[in-house]
């Protein structure tokens, strides 16, 4: 079976660091996804990892362990415009779909 | 930038009408896919399409569903005779290849409205 959990919410200050977290149970793995999603719009790759440790790009930092089934979204120096839903989104089996967690609506208070 | 464009934004239409929606990925990409996401919900996969034929599809692409590359470049999603629970948000993306490396882009979505 397919299963993607995500916190639902989480709130943060501006200029803080938050850690957004995604465990998963999969049929198969063949790399873990990150995307943003602002309300009423697509989603815009964020990051990505296949194998296991730290991915950093910028501001954002995506880990992944694979014999836990986890995957965590770093976001440092947060600024409002992050307010978004962050959705960890893992590719089963061999280049096809995406199978999307529930997402996690992130607010950034000033 | 490339990216995905998708037509119409908005789309309203009459419970048991046909519906056509239009995509067109980006130009040099060769994997086409169709999502949906019912508002409040996560996204969900409904098809995958590559040299012009369906390589998976997920439980909710049922036969009133269908794809088509009708030339070369636009890619659609037609339903035959919508049900109000078709009413969703549905993202047409693209991909260059399916190894792990490769990201989807996603298009801005075509609003469903079945009343």
């Known amino acids: 079976g397919q299963n993607i959990d995500q916190p639902t919410e989480m709130t943060a200050t501006e200029g803080a660091i938050v850690q957004i977290n995604c465990t998963y149970q999969?049929?198969?793995?063949?790399?873990l996804f990150w995307y943003q999603q602002h309300a009423g719009e697509a989603p815009t790759f964020l990051s990505y990892?296949?194998?296991?440790g730290l991915e950093e790009k910028g501001r954002f930092s995506s880990f992944l362990s694979r014999s836990k089934g986890y995957s965590y979204l770093l976001l440092k120096e947060l600024q409002m415009k992050d307010s978004a839903s962050y959705l960890c989104a893992v590719r089963d089996n061999y280049g096809q779909n995406f199978v999307f967690g529930p997402g996690t609506r992130l607010s950034v208070l000033p | 930038e490339p990216e995905v464009t998708q037509t119409p934004s908005h789309q309203v239409t009459q419970m048991g009408q046909e519906v056509i929606l239009r995509c067109v990925p980006i130009s040099n990409h060769l994997y086409f896919y169709w999502y949906r996401q019912i508002l409040g919900q996560k996204v969900e996969f409904l098809v995958s399409f590559y040299n012009n034929e369906i390589s998976e599809k997920s439980e909710i692409f049922d036969d009133q569903f269908s794809v088509e590359r009708p030339d070369g470049s636009n890619f659609t999603l037609k339903i035959r005779s919508t049900k109000l629970e078709d009413s969703a948000m549905y993202f047409c993306a693209s991909s260059e290849g399916t190894g792990s490396i490769y990201e989807q882009y996603f298009g801005p979505g075509t609003r469903l409205t079945v009343t």
């Open positions: 990892n296949v194998l296991d």
């Open positions: 999969t049929s198969g793995f063949n790399g």
